[in-house]
């Protein structure tokens, strides 16, 4: 079986929530299979075409703002796992995506997530220490 290279779509479910919105999903592709990671933006189903919310929503200019960052970091991610050569999986995109610092070029931010990751591992004058 040939390996495809992951793709993504912005879209919405058909899960309505109790205010009639729906909640705004990227739908990333590997391999025919699919999965969903959520934008936690709701907007109406009447107001949002695939990859967009309509200028008929009183917020869309934030909403595809928001929508548009999202958008940014998925290409970011599919673009260095090409370049890399790396096999990305559900898991891989999941852990990038959520990642607040990642494609972040300042080295501050860098610093402050390892030491984030390490503070179970560290004494708390050693983590003093390291942000002074």
């Known amino acids: 079986m040939s390996e ?8 919405q479910k058909d899960y309505t929530c109790i205010n009639g919105t729906r ?20 907007v109406d ?8 919310v309509t200028r008929s929503y009183p917020d869309y ?25 790396r096999f990305l999986t559900f898991g891989n995109f999941q852990r990038d995506f959520n990642n607040g610092s990642y494609g972040s070029k300042s080295f501050l931010d860098f610093y ?7 503070k179970d591992k560290l004494e708390l004058n050693t983590i003093r220490a390291y942000r002074y």
Do not use: M, W
């Open 45 to 52: 189903p009447d107001n949002f075409r695939p990859g967009a």
């Open 4 to 11: 495809t290279f992951p793709s993504f779509k912005v879209v």
């Open 23 to 42: 909640c705004i999903f990227i739908r990333l592709t590997i391999n025919r299979k699919s999965k969903y990671f959520s934008l936690n933006l709701y």
């Open 112 to 118: 402050e997530s390892q030491i984030e990751l390490l």
């Open 61 to 85: 200019k934030n909403e595809n703002t928001l929508i548009d960052h999202y958008t940014i970091k998925a290409k970011t991610i599919l673009f260095n796992c090409r370049i890399e050569d």
